[in-house]
């Protein structure tokens, strides 16, 4: 059951069932429920009248109309008194009910708004969470679940936790640049060469620029560079086992099951069931980084996971940076990192 966060406004998202956002009347508002209305036509108020109304954290079934999605799940979310008056629980039964509603119709992607982020008053931030824990708890495995994020708020973080993220991501970036405005001055070559990696016929061996990454790599664990007199022949015997043989093994020094595995790195099982099967699959670098957070791999554990399938950790991207943030941290919820990865525009791990 991926859970996965983008932005877009719901109205335009194909997914089997669409939730709205609405009130006990069923007979539209403003927010996501006017979006709605709007897009799916007059018919949806017409069958929205034959249901006599839903209580809070209730749901009711429709038909989607004009609109690209099948159904319209409508949901009353709890308006916001401070949290002290079964908000949350109120709002956890919206997104159970509502799953269990596209279960019934044999829906194969729902996607929801920010149940009652808006108008309802419940801090975003807050919201976010019980939703990405409640689907997280009640998706069913099959299913893939989107939640829909209209605005460019970035409240979608604790103030704390995006202070601490955005702080964390100026110092590295400022170190990493320190670090290589201190090496140029020192090398004063106006270049950094790693040590030769292959000797051109014979002549006084060829350098190569190293990668930025490689300059920090006592700070962000990388691939490196190869010995000074590494040739090509001695390089390739020296190959490690692929990705995909390292994370089966890896799963197994664990102690996990295939399913718990793919499961905690939010990723399907199709997808899963093809990197098990290709000796030589390379999964791409937010599906790999994934599967290390499943794993729970401290940040060299992570490095050598990565470089398997070709890749380095970079204090020049955010969204490594990001989930370095994570892993030192020993926070390994792929939901939370997600959460803070689309807060920053990052891409999503698994995404
Ligand atoms: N697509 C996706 N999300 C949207 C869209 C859209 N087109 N329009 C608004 N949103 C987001 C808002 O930014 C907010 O984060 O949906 C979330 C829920 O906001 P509201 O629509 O205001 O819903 P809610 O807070 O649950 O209040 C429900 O508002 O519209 C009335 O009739 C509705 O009385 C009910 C109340």
């Known amino acids: ?90 709002l956890a039964s919206c997104y159970r009910r509502s799953l ?53 708020d970035a409240a979608l973080l604790s103030r704390a936790l995006y202070e601490d993220i955005t702080e964390y991501i100026d110092d590295r970036y400022a170190r990493r640049h320190e670090k290589m405005f201190a090496r140029r001055k020192e090398a004063n070559l106006g270049q950094i060469f790693a040590a030769p990696m292959f000797k ?25 560079a190869f010995g000074a007199d590494t040739d090509l022949d001695t390089l390739l015997s020296n190959l490690d086992e692929g990705f995909s043989v390292t994370l089966l093994q890896l799963i197994d020094r664990r102690g996990m099951s295939d399913a718990q595995c793919y499961k905690r790195a939010n990723i399907d099982r199709k997808l899963f069931s093809k990197i098990r099967s290709d000796a030589h699959y390379r999964p791409s670098k937010p599906t790999a980084l994934a599967f290390a957070i ?30 370095e943030y994570f892993i030192r941290r020993g926070e390994y919820d792929i939901m939370r990192i997600n959460e803070a990865l689309f807060a920053f525009d990052q891409p999503l791990l698994a995404g």
């Open 200 to 224: 051109a016929d014979h002549s006084a061996p060829e350098a190569f620029p190293m990668s930025e990454a490689c300059m920090d790599c006592e700070d962000t664990v990388c691939g490196g």
């Open 1 to 90: 059951m991926p859970v996965i966060i983008i932005r877009d406004d719901i109205t335009r998202v194909q997914a089997d069932a669409i939730v709205n956002a609405a009130n006990s009347s069923l007979l539209g508002g403003g927010g996501v429920d006017g979006a709605i209305h709007r897009a799916a036509g007059p018919q949806l108020l017409a069958e929205c009248r034959t249901l006599g109304g839903c209580p809070t954290g209730e749901a009711r079934i429709t038909k989607g109309y004009r609109l690209p999605a099948k159904f319209v799940i409508h949901t009353v979310g709890p308006v916001w008194h401070g949290g002290n008056q079964g908000e949350p629980e109120q």
């Open 294 to 323: 499943a794993l729970e791999l401290d940040l060299e554990q992570t490095a050598d996971l990565l470089r398997r399938a070709g890749y380095a950790l970079s204090p020049s991207s955010k969204f490594d940076v990001i989930v």
């Open 100 to 152: 269990e509603l596209a279960q019934m119709h044999c829906c194969g992607t729902v996607a929801f708004p920010l149940i009652s982020a808006g108008v309802y008053g419940y801090p975003k931030d807050q919201a976010l969470r019980v939703a990405m824990d409640t689907i997280r708890e009640c998706a069913p495995e099959d299913m893939t679940v989107y939640m829909v994020i209209f605005d460019h």
